[in-house]
């Protein structure tokens, strides 16, 4: 089973701009659909942002549409979350996995049978 690794959460403030990293050892990201979910406390798992295995086609959620971006590196074996503009209500565990197409068009999970989820990384955006 794939784990990825998420990387590249910090502490900033309102406006702010962080990079995510998701990876994954022994296994080509380049070839799956990458979405970029987050979690607060007490509420479900959310879709943020995915990317297609076949045309590199981008889709995001409403609330992070021209603030986040999501790309790849397939040299490095890389999927990056950019995120600009941060709001204290991006505040939230990333975690990066592997969905279906379908649901990587809908931005929302779960991650595909052999993807299971990462440790995340924390992002918390003051005000």
């Known amino acids: 089973q794939v784990q990825p690794v998420e990387s590249g959460g910090d502490l900033v403030q309102r406006g702010g701009s962080l990079r995510l990293s998701c990876t994954a050892s022994?296994?080509?990201?380049?070839?799956?659909?990458i979405a970029w979910f987050r979690q607060v406390p007490r509420k479900e798992r959310e879709g943020v942002a995915c990317?297609?295995?076949?045309?590199?086609?981008?889709h995001y959620v409403d609330s992070v549409k021209g603030r986040f971006t999501i790309s790849r590196d397939n040299a490095k074996n890389v999927v990056y979350l950019q995120m600009d503009n941060l709001k204290p209500e991006d505040t939230a565990v990333y975690y990066c996995?592997?969905?279906?197409?379908?649901?990587?068009?809908?931005?929302?999970?779960?991650?595909?049978?052999?993807?299971?989820w990462g440790q995340g990384t924390q992002v918390t955006v003051s005000s």
């Open positions: 990317i297609m295995s076949d045309d590199d086609a981008t």
């Open positions: 996995a592997i969905v279906s197409s379908l649901s990587c068009r809908l931005v929302e999970g779960p991650p595909l049978s052999y993807s299971s």
């Open positions: 022994r296994f080509h990201l380049d070839t799956e659909n």
